[in-house]
């Protein structure tokens, strides 16, 4: 049968409310960090990346924050939308590899109605 | 919008039986990527492929694992004897360029969700 996989944090908010959604990394060469998105059956959707000279970006909606001092890189959603639930994944590409990703270990976003 | 596509959507094999996952990549890309994903954990990599070679593999992708681009649009990826811990979803990427001079948006296919029993 199926193995059971790790229990996924989950944060639940109000739609309307702002999320934030917080990753640890591990390596400190990687020079890029991505968050992506991924509904229910699908494959990981990009959201926003963040280059490792920067300490924050925006896009639509959303905002991307790292912290390099302590290893520490958030997602903020403005206005969370049912649409936006999901599980959220942070990911590194270290500096010397060919865009090979590492992935985190993922944030269910729960938006209630 | 051009994406990845993947078939099959769900493959059911039994242990020690050798099974093969396709990918079409967005047309005009150059850089092709496998990740698995074992049900509830996070995505690991696997394997990236460019200029028909392996360009990176991860520890994952051991002697059992091979990829190969056979024609101009299709990218494999083949399990020679699958295991029951090679149950998972398998997702296929690619990107326009890669090098190590920036960041390219890595597309995902919609995966395919291996059952070994």
């Known amino acids: 049968g199926e193995s059971v996989g790790l229990h996924l944090p989950t944060l639940s908010v109000q739609e309307g409310d702002n999320s934030i959604i917080n990753c640890a990394y591990s390596?400190?060469?990687?020079?890029?960090f991505i968050w992506y998105k991924q509904e229910s059956g699908k494959g990981p959707q990009f959201i926003i990346d963040i280059r490792s000279n920067m300490d924050k970006r925006q896009g639509q909606r959303v905002t991307v924050l790292l912290n390099k001092t302590v290893k520490h890189l958030s997602l903020q959603i403005a206005a969370t939308q049912p649409g936006d639930s999901a599980v959220y994944f942070c990911?590194?590409?270290?500096?010397?590899?060919?865009?090979?990703?590492?992935f985190g270990g993922g944030t269910r976003l729960m938006v209630k109605p | 919008e051009p994406e990845v596509t993947q078939t099959p959507s769900h493959q059911v094999t039994q242990m020690g039986q050798e099974v093969i996952l396709r990918c079409v990549p967005i047309s005009n890309h150059l850089y092709f990527y496998w990740y698995r994903q074992i049900l509830g954990q996070k995505v690991e990599f696997l394997v990236s492929?460019?200029?028909?070679?392996?360009?990176?593999k991860s520890e994952i992708f051991d002697d059992q694992f091979s990829v190969e681009r056979p024609d101009g649009s299709n990218f494999t990826l083949k399990i020679r004897s699958t295991k029951l811990e090679d149950s998972a979803m398998y997702f296929c990427a690619s990107i326009v360029a890669g090098g190590t001079g920036g960041f390219r948006e890595q597309y995902f296919g919609p995966g395919t969700r291996l059952t070994v029993t």
């Open positions: 990911a590194e590409k270290a500096g010397n590899a060919g865009n090979m990703l590492t």
């Open positions: 390596n400190s060469a990687s020079d890029y």
């Open positions: 492929f460019y200029n028909n070679e392996i360009s990176e």
